[in-house]
Nanobody, 117 residues
Framework: QVQLVESGGGLAQAGGSLRLSCAASGSTSSINVMGWYRQAPGKQRELVADISSGGSINYAASVKGRFTISRDNAKNSVYLQMNSLKPEDTAVYFC???????????WGQGTQVTVSS
């Protein structure tokens, strides 16, 4: 199994920046895709960005050009640099990994990001 611990959420003003970190432990050698999802109140959880073990990256259209995902395989970690934050970015952000040939999935506990206008 893979366990995930997130850090870095908090409060930011519109136009500001935050950086999220997620560290994986356990069966880390089997991790394929690492990514970030978010869930705002009353809304479904949605993909923000993910990155494969080969470095392929996907971004949600709403964050493209403002957010940057990166991965440090040596540290079994994934990061999300969030710039030009908007109030609509307010949500709980969850770290996610697919592992074991993408057959299994783990979630972090979530970290709150609040952007004030």
């Amino acid at each position: 199994q893979v366990q995930l611990v997130e850090s870095g959420g908090g409060l930011a003003q519109a136009g500001g920046s935050l950086r999220l970190s997620c560290a994986a432990s356990g069966s880390t050698s089997s991790i394929n895709v690492m990514g970030w999802y978010r869930q705002a109140p009353g809304k479904q959880r949605e993909l923000v960005a993910d990155i494969s073990s080969g470095g392929s990256i996907n971004y949600a259209a709403s964050v493209k050009g403002r957010f940057t995902i990166s991965r440090d395989n040596a540290k079994n970690s994934v990061y999300l640099q969030m710039n030009s934050l908007k109030p609509e970015d307010t949500a709980v952000y969850f770290c996610n990994v697919f592992y074991s040939s993408r057959r299994l999935r783990s979630w972090g506990q979530g970290t709150q990001v609040t952007v004030s206008s």
